[in-house]
């Protein structure tokens, strides 16, 4: 993908529609499904997402959750792959939330210059508000199963209209965070140099790596563990790429019950430790994996590179959204935009790298 497609996922520019977006209601939300012969019957829930907006409603479709996209974020094409993906889900007995078609036999929906899905609700045995922060072995292998199976329906087709990986991600991200003008300009060389270096390792650990469908945002946040066993969710951001980043997704974010909290990588000193305490939620996730597919070791030289590129991604991600009234407070809490904060990214990137010898 070119630097076009990330400046449109990340909102360099005014996007249409955005001030609609943000002061969407579920009333709004109904109406749009009412005029698609959808009764409605209540509103269940509002979830509290920062990217989309997000309903539980119960209709005559049952119990669904509507999401509403941001706009500029994905093309109605786009979102078709991602229709695809879940379907295919399906049709292997995954369960999953599919995508609702009303009685118009649209997937996907359009209304006031934005898009949305409906998907089947997935009751769950964990609280969906909330992430689990302590996952038994027995939930990690699990876990670490259904992402296999989801890997082996992934390989099935292509998704034409989704991210595709590439090393020259770290540059075209770079050009993102520069364009948004909240980088202090006297520092736009030095993190340009860090993703020149990013791109570098990547290109060194991902040649010969073969991509496909990969959920690509598989934390702990997008799993619900019921009675029956993990059900993934939330493809917004699923992208064509090596299956090892959604094990990279797997090993953090919660403690694996039984063994130590893993350490914060503050420092140089600290990061060895950071990476050593998520060595157990590995194996055991791999170890689940295995019950289902082949997992190939080589990809594993990979974790520490991504980890490297989803920081730029939450870098142009933070400028992106700087204005939105959703994200004010939580950025300003930690300190975005100032130049303390990306003096403290560019020292996280250079550890990072010397880590692993660039």
Not at 8 to 21: I, K, L, M, S, T
Not at 152 to 177: K, T, W, Y
Not at 201 to 226: C, K, M, W, Y
Request: charged content about 25%; proline content about 6%.
């Amino acid at each position: 993908m070119d630097v076009g497609f990330w400046r449109r996922q990340f909102g360099v520019g005014d996007a249409p529609g955005a001030e609609r977006f943000n002061a969407l209601t579920p009333d709004d939300v109904v109406a749009w499904l009412q005029a698609r012969d959808v009764r409605v019957d209540a509103v269940a829930f509002d979830y509290d997402s920062w990217e989309n907006r997000v309903y539980g409603l119960q209709s005559s479709l049952g119990h669904v959750v509507v999401k509403v996209f941001r706009p500029g974020r994905w093309s109605a094409a786009a979102l078709m792959d991602e229709v695809a993906f879940l379907d295919d889900m399906a049709a292997a007995s995954m369960t999953v939330g599919e995508v609702l078609r009303p009685a118009d036999g649209q997937a996907v929906g359009e209304a006031m210059g934005m898009v949305y899905l409906i998907y089947r609700h997935v009751p769950s045995t964990t609280d969906p508000t909330k992430n689990p922060e302590v996952l038994t072995e027995a939930q990690v292998r699990a876990w670490g199963a259904e992402i296999a199976r989801l890997h082996q329906v992934g390989r099935q087709r292509d998704a034409p209209h989704r991210a595709r990986f590439s090393p020259e991600i770290a540059r075209s991200l770079a050009e993102v965070v520069v364009g948004h003008g909240l980088l202090p300009t006297d520092l736009h060389a030095a993190y340009q140099q860090r993703c020149e270096r990013i791109a570098a390792v990547l290109e060194a650990h991902s040649e010969g790596v073969p991509l496909q469908r990969i959920h690509a945002d598989n934390g702990v946040n997008n799993v619900l563990f019921t009675e029956q066993g993990p059900v993934v969710i939330d493809l917004d951001d699923f992208e064509v790429g090596p299956v090892v980043t959604d094990v990279m997704m797997a090993t953090y974010g919660y403690q694996l019950q039984g063994h130590p909290p893993v350490p914060r990588a503050t420092d140089a000193a600290s990061l060895a430790a950071h990476f050593e305490g998520r060595e157990p939620a590995l194996r055991v996730f791999l170890e689940g994996y295995r019950t289902v597919a082949e997992f190939d070791e080589a990809q594993l030289q990979l974790i520490e590179p991504l980890h490297l590129l989803r920081g730029l991604y939450f870098d142009a991600w933070y400028c992106s959204r700087y204005h939105d009234p959703k994200f004010v407070e939580e950025l300003a809490d930690e300190g975005f935009p100032s130049r303390p904060w990306w003096q403290e990214q560019l020292t996280v990137y250079d550890q990072r790298l010397e880590r692993l010898g660039w």
